[in-house]
């Protein structure tokens, strides 16, 4: 079994920063691959930033230059620095992580996982 739970969110007014961390546990042979996406009321997921398999680092078009996102994959744990916050970064931010596992009796595979995500709400 194989989970990832998100902490960092909040209340944080116009040009404040939060940053998102990200800890996955479990039966984890390694990291593969992480991103974090957000869901704005009303809207549909849309990814913020992620470092897949090839260690290539991407971000959304509305975000760069103002997050930052880096994984500390010894500890299994992903991070997004998030500065200059707008009011339109208001969404319920989540975790995707790409894991290897193994599993009894088949062994190794890889493993998609979602955490369930946290709340930031950017206003005055």
């Known amino acids: 079994q194989v989970q990832v739970v998100e902490s960092g969110g909040g209340l944080v007014q116009p040009g404040g920063s939060l940053r998102l961390s990200c800890v996955a546990s479990?039966?984890?042979?390694?990291?593969?691959?992480m991103g974090w996406y957000r869901q704005a009321a009303g809207k549909q997921r849309e990814l913020v930033a992620s470092?897949?398999?090839?260690?290539?680092?991407n971000y959304a078009d509305s975000v760069k230059g103002r997050f930052t996102i880096s994984t500390e994959y010894a500890n299994n744990t992903g991070y997004l620095q998030m500065n200059n916050l707008k009011p339109e970064d208001t969404a319920v931010y989540s975790c995707?992580?790409?894991?290897?596992?193994?599993?009894?009796?088949?062994?190794?595979?890889?493993?998609?996982?979602w955490g369930q995500g946290t709340l930031v709400t950017v206003s005055s």
């Open positions: 995707h992580a790409e894991v290897l596992t193994i599993m009894i009796p088949t062994g190794y595979r890889s493993l998609e996982v």
């Open positions: 479990g039966r984890i042979v390694s990291m593969l691959a």
């Open positions: 470092i897949p398999s090839d260690g290539s680092i």
